[in-house]
């Protein structure tokens, strides 16, 4: 089994940054090696759907409109962590984000759907006040 923690969540105000961690641990049934998973990270805000906010997979990267130019992803693959680095903060931030994790090493082309991915983890909380 595949194991997802994330931390790095907060409150903060517009215009400020954070960095989401995303640490992976086990081994999936498929025997994909953890640096071949596909990591995307989603967010879900209250009284809304989970939404695609960003993934990383055979060193692509993909995001979701909403956060493009101010949210980057990336990955130690040392510290089998994948990373969200998050800049200009709004208050349309606020969300519960979680990471979640491909490990069929089926190769991605876009950004996946929620339906695509295997493994997910908790989530942590991000708070923007204005």
């Known amino acids: 089994e595949v194991q997802l923690v994330e931390s790095g969540g907060g409150l903060v105000q517009a215009g400020e940054s954070l960095t989401l961690s995303c640490a992976i641990s086990?081994?999936?049934?498929?025997?994909?090696?953890?640096?071949?998973?596909?990591i995307g990270w989603f967010r879900q805000a209250p009284g809304k759907e989970r939404e695609r906010v960003s993934c990383?997979?055979?060193?692509?990267?993909f995001y979701a409109d909403s956060v493009k130019g101010r949210f980057t992803i990336s990955r130690d693959n040392a510290k089998n962590t994948v990373y969200l680095q998050m800049n200009s903060l709004k208050p349309e931030d606020t969300a519960v984000y979680y990471c979640?994790?491909?490990?069929?090493?089926?190769?991605?082309?876009?950004?996946?759907?929620?339906?695509?991915?295997?493994?997910w983890g908790q989530g942590t909380q991000v708070t923007v006040s204005s």
């Open positions: 990383i997979a055979d060193g692509y990267k």
């Open positions: 086990g081994s999936a049934p498929s025997g994909v090696a953890t640096d071949d998973y596909a």
């Open positions: 979640a994790a491909i490990v069929t090493g089926i190769v991605i082309g876009s950004l996946p759907t929620e339906n695509e991915f295997d493994y």
